[in-house]
Every structure is written in C-alpha cells, then in structure tokens.
C-alpha cells in the first residue's frame, strides 16, 4: 500500500511505521523532516529557511554545551592520573566537581565581571 503513494508521502509513512511520532525525539526528527519538507512542491521558502536556521542554531548550542562536558571528562582524567588507586574513587569524584566549580568561575569571572565587582570577588577569596 505504501508503494502506492507519491514521494514525499510515502517516505513520510514508512518513516512512522517504522518509529512512532511519541517514541522519536522531536529536535533528533527535525533535520529528516526538514529534507521532506524541503521535497514537497508547495513548501514556504520563508517556514523552511526559519526551520533550518532554528536546526543549525540548535546545533551550535548543543556544540558549546558539549565542550562544558569535554571540559569534565578532562578534569576527571587529569584526576585519574593523580589519584588512581580504586579506594581513591570518592575523592576523584569529590575533586573532580570541585575543579569543574573552580573553572566556571574562572569563566564567570572572565567574561562578565566588572572591575569593581572582581575586586570585590578577589578580596572575598582572599579572606
């Protein structure tokens, strides 16, 4: 039955009678449905350059928040390599969170703290 319908309908099809639309997950679907959408002859230039747009600055956010990951894993391998005997495991795990604390506020205060409030943020260190 299938086999009976056009293009863009008919690989919409197999595409649900293979994975649910409820068991897919919606941002992981958008790019295949946005090659569907694409196909289709009466498709709105505008809604499709809206929708890759969305697709691609999602994308972008997904990278930035996976160099914060990288950024942990790396921490707890510089940890492993000071500390690995296994009885060690919940010191690892303890400097770990305290090394990753430690960078966003190094990042933090890189980016957005003023002169004032660094000084302020130096002293209270300090003390």
């Known amino acids: ?8 309908l008919s690989l919409q099809v197999n595409k649900a009678l293979y994975r649910s639309i ?5 941002r992981l679907e958008a790019r295949s449905n946005i090659s569907i ?19 691609n600055l999602l994308q972008s956010q997904y990278k930035k928040e996976l160099t914060h990951i990288t950024r942990v894993v790396e921490t707890y391998l510089w940890i492993v390599a000071a500390c690995f005997e296994p009885q060690y495991s919940y ?3 303890i400097q770990t969170k305290l090394l990753v604390l430690i960078m966003v506020i190094d990042d ?13 943020f130096i002293e209270a260190i300090e003390r």
């Not at 409820?22 to 919606?26: A, D, N, S, V, Y």
Request: charged share 35%; proline share 2%; hydrophobic share 35%.
């Open 37 to 55: 959408y694409q196909d289709e002859a009466s498709h709105s230039k505008a809604l499709l350059k809206l929708a890759k747009l969305d697709f």
């Open 108 to 120: 933090i205060y890189d980016a957005y703290g003023t002169l004032e409030e660094l000084e302020l």
């Open 91 to 93: 010191g690892r795990r």
């Open 1 to 8: 039955m299938v086999e009976q319908l056009d293009y863009p």
């Open 22 to 26: 409820r068991k897919g997950l919606e």
